[in-house]
């Protein structure tokens, strides 16, 4: 059951509709590295689509009827945003779910310090990362730094043509004999992530001059002291913007493609359905790299309490009527899976791969070995997709993330699933996941893109 290619089926019209989808896509990454760039241009995106501020609507008292649109945000970190049809909502509703959180290195909270001339700044990673691919590449650093009066001050430092960029120091060959003969996995170790800051001395500064120096500067720009990274939120990320990639242009190579090439394609699904007659929803999540716990992960309980916020404003509150809902409600998991390497074939099963310019790719189930904590979508509900799909002429693919015994991994799912609806994994196909540049085929970002409108007008 081998997919034909998504690009032998364009006409001229289709490819400018691609190319324009992707040039805004690379636009979305450049200004959300982290998930709070991705929550903030989601609501502008949202506000610009006609979305109101649904805790601003309770606190004003408001009612919402059938076609009014709404998002609420969680600590600025997740956003979930509705449309309201015009079945009755008991019914269900179609739901697409990403997460905008990706791998990156987290600044810790006592972090600076000079040895030997040079100023550093101590880091602890975050999700699964190989360790080595993030050393001797310019790295960026996005967050916040929130004072004790409150005050919240963003920080992007290392992205303007002009900037200064940090990294991370690795051993030269000549020297390296020893490390070259340590596993992959502890080549290079967690507690040695330290990003390289500075190595100018203040003037007249006999000891720490450098840390003394790069204080001064934080306080210059943005009025910082040292003890405010105790509350700053500080994401070391690849420097650099997102870029075509091939000779013919049909790639995008960027950082924090899983899983925002899915966030993207489902938010805008979302925002360019203009008429529903089921409520939809769009959830973009935190944390899926890490458990999806905390208050910000679909373990918490934000999703289910924007929920009966939208049911009280619509008159309709009770328990009994929330449980219906969630469980009668349709959902696509949109996370990304592993794209076929022919360079690492012996990972895949190539009959159950995903290929790069196939389509989208569903995934029946993920988890790892005997599929363990994973969703398991039913028959009945994949054969509607396909249905569906099929009329809209979509191009997707089955697949699995790579052999059996291999590994394995895991999406918000199964948390979706303890609802009682129905749940399938589906997104892009991606190749290097995990890595600080990540590539995807831009046929399969517009196939996603597609089929998630058809999911949400359809099923």
Same mark, same amino acid.
């Given at each position: 059951m081998e997919r034909a290619s998504a690009w032998q089926s364009y006409d001229e019209g289709e490819l400018l509709q691609l190319e324009a989808l &992707?040039?805004?896509? =690379?636009?979305?990454?450049?200004?959300?590295?982290?998930?709070?760039? &991705?929550?903030?241009?989601? $609501?502008?995106?949202?506000? *610009?689509?006609?979305?109101?501020d649904l805790k601003q609507i309770a606190q004003d008292g408001e009612t919402l009827k059938a076609g009014d649109k709404v998002y609420t945000v969680c600590m600025g970190k997740a956003v979930v945003l509705f449309h309201l049809g015009e079945k009755n909502i008991e019914e269900g509703m179609n739901?697409?779910? /990403?997460?905008? +959180?990706?791998?990156?290195? +987290?600044?810790?909270?006592?972090?600076?310090?000079?040895?030997?001339?040079?100023?550093?700044?101590?880091?602890h990673y975050y999700g699964g990362v190989k360790k080595y691919q993030w050393v001797a590449q310019p790295l960026a650093i996005h967050g916040v730094v929130v004072r004790k009066d409150g005050q919240v001050i963003d920080v992007v430092i290392g992205?303007?043509?002009?900037?200064?960029? $940090?990294?991370?120091?690795?051993?030269?060959?000549?020297?390296?004999?020893?490390?070259?003969?340590?596993?992959?996995?502890? $080549?290079?170790?967690g507690e040695n992530l330290d990003v390289l800051f500075g190595s100018k001395p203040l003037t007249g500064e006999a000891e720490d001059?450098? %840390?003394?120096?790069?204080? %001064?500067?934080?306080?210059?720009?943005?009025?910082?002291?040292?003890?405010?990274?105790?509350?700053?939120?500080?994401?070391?990320?690849?420097?650099?913007?997102?870029?075509?990639?091939?000779?013919?242009?049909?790639?995008?190579?960027?950082?924090?493609?899983?899983?925002?090439? &899915? /966030?993207?394609?489902?938010?805008?699904?979302?925002?360019?359905?203009?008429?529903?007659?089921k409520t939809t929803c769009c959830i973009l999540a935190d944390k899926e790299e890490v458990g999806?716990?905390?208050?910000?992960?679909?373990?918490?309980?934000?999703?289910?309490? /924007? /929920?009966?916020?939208?049911?009280?404003?619509?008159?309709?509150?009770?328990?009994?009527?929330?449980? =219906?809902?969630?469980?009668?409600?349709?959902?696509?998991?949109?996370?990304?899976? *592993?794209?076929?390497?022919?360079?690492?074939?012996?990972?895949?099963?190539? %009959?159950?791969?995903?290929?790069?310019?196939?389509?989208?790719?569903?995934?029946?189930?993920?988890?790892? %070995?005997?599929?363990?904590?994973?969703?398991?979508?039913? *028959?009945?509900?994949?054969?509607?997709?396909?249905t569906i799909m099929d009329d809209a002429k979509v191009h997707y693919q089955f697949a699995e993330l790579g052999k059996v015994d291999m590994g394995g991994g895991g999406t918000i799912a199964y948390i979706l699933a303890h609802f009682g609806m129905n749940v399938i994994d589906c997104g892009v196909s991606v190749l290097n996941m995990h890595a600080p540049w990540e590539v995807t085929s831009k046929a399969d970002i517009y196939e996603t893109k597609k089929g998630y409108e058809a999911f949400l007008r359809r099923m």
């Open positions: &992707c040039r805004e896509y =690379r636009a979305f990454l450049d200004r959300g590295k982290t998930e709070r760039e &991705c929550a903030a241009l989601a $609501v502008s995106m949202a506000e *610009a689509a006609g979305y109101r739901i697409l779910g /990403a997460h905008i +959180d990706s791998p990156r290195l +987290d600044v810790k909270q006592n972090p600076l310090y000079e040895d030997t001339g040079f100023a550093y700044l101590d880091t992205e303007e043509d002009d900037d200064s960029v $940090v990294g991370i120091t690795d051993l030269l060959p000549h020297l390296a004999a020893k490390q070259m003969e340590k596993k992959a996995s502890v $080549v290079i170790e001059g450098v %840390k003394a120096n790069i204080l %001064k500067l934080l306080q210059e720009k943005y009025q910082m002291e040292e003890e405010d990274f105790f509350s700053a939120e500080l994401e070391v990320v690849p420097a650099g913007k997102a870029r075509e990639a091939g000779l013919d242009r049909s790639m995008i190579m960027a950082y924090g493609q899983d899983d925002r090439v &899915c /966030a993207f394609t489902s938010l805008k699904a979302m925002l360019d359905v203009r008429e529903v007659e999806s716990t905390g208050a910000t992960g679909m373990e918490s309980r934000f999703f289910e309490n /924007a /929920a009966a916020e939208l049911l009280d404003r619509m008159g309709a509150y009770s328990d009994l009527k929330l449980r =219906r809902m969630l469980a009668g409600s349709n959902m696509l998991s949109s996370d990304v899976s *592993a794209a076929y390497d022919p360079l690492f074939a012996d990972a895949f099963e190539q %009959k159950n791969a995903a290929f790069a310019g196939r389509g989208m790719t569903f995934s029946k189930y993920t988890g790892t %070995k005997g599929k363990i904590n994973s969703n398991d979508a039913n *028959a009945e509900y994949i054969a509607r997709i396909r």
